[in-house]
């Protein structure tokens, strides 16, 4: 199958693939850093041969291409108290870290502000992916927070705060999986090469992690990510088609969007 670019992001799809409403998909693009998912994201977005988004779907505002005006005041408010951004944090799994005493009022009622808008985030960004795949698009999530939260606070071992229990309740119950979920696979060592971030052990832990999402996630498909990422970005586009093809022989319901 020879993949074809389209002359633009709303360019008209590939003959026998002209996507109807209720026929799209979405497709999330995984890995720890370094593999090379937002690379391939983009390369996707214009290679192409239907109508497709982009649409970060991870933990990082700053990295995020529509944030909510109440996530931007938090940014603005961070950032007039000199609160540097560092990036993606997500908690650690539970019994990683020693026990705090409960926690004040005040930093419950924080905490409880945090979770309202991590949860209108999501779900704003998951309305825009419902929105784009009832067009007919194909909806390229950069990361997905099913599979960067799910270790966390959806299957962590031992006790959870109130709040990150609340925030897997949210992930697996409400938010839907994607319609497909590529994994980019790559050697711990070479994730630390490319991104020079953590440790190789750290790296590898993360690998495990998201491989542990095949006996989770239905439609889990892994990629080999060492490769050159026109390579990657075309097995992906193939995988993508091929879902796209089997699912438009179905109903067209909302599916994982």
């Known amino acids: 199958m020879t993949l074809t670019r389209r002359p633009s992001r709303s360019g008209p799809a590939s003959a026998g693939r002209t996507p109807r409403p209720g026929r799209g998909l979405t497709a999330a693009i ?6 090379g998912k937002t690379t391939v994201a983009r390369h996707l977005h214009t290679m192409l041969p239907v109508p497709a988004a982009y649409l ?12 909510l005006p109440t996530t931007r005041l938090i ?16 908690p650690p799994p539970a019994g990683s ?3 705090r005493p409960k926690a004040s009022p005040g930093r419950q009622l924080r905490a409880a502000a945090r979770l309202a808008n991590r949860v209108a985030e999501e779900s704003y960004r998951q309305g825009l992916a419902s929105w784009h795949r009832r067009q007919g698009r194909v909806v390229l999530l950069d990361r997905h927070v099913f599979a960067d939260y799910y270790l966390h606070d959806v299957d962590a071992p031992g006790p959870l705060p109130l709040s990150r229990r609340l925030h897997g309740l949210f992930v697996s119950r409400v938010l839907p999986p994607p319609d497909l979920l590529l994994y980019l696979d790559v050697p711990a060592e070479l994730l630390f090469e490319r991104k020079g971030e953590g440790t190789v052990e750290v790296l590898e832990q993360m690998r495990h992690n998201y491989a542990q999402l095949a006996g989770v996630v239905p439609a889990f498909e892994t990629i080999d990510g060492t490769r050159p990422v026109d390579e990657v970005a075309a097995e992906a586009a193939q995988r993508i088609l091929r879902r796209l093809d089997r699912s438009a022989g179905g109903a067209g319901g909302d599916g994982g969007a």
């Open 56 to 67: 970060y779907m991870g933990v990082s505002a700053e990295s995020s291409n529509h944030l």
């Open 30 to 35: 995984v890995g720890p850093d370094g593999a």
């Open 75 to 90: 940014r603005f408010l961070r950032r007039r108290k000199g609160v540097v951004e560092r990036g993606p944090r997500i």
């Open 97 to 99: 870290v020693p026990s």
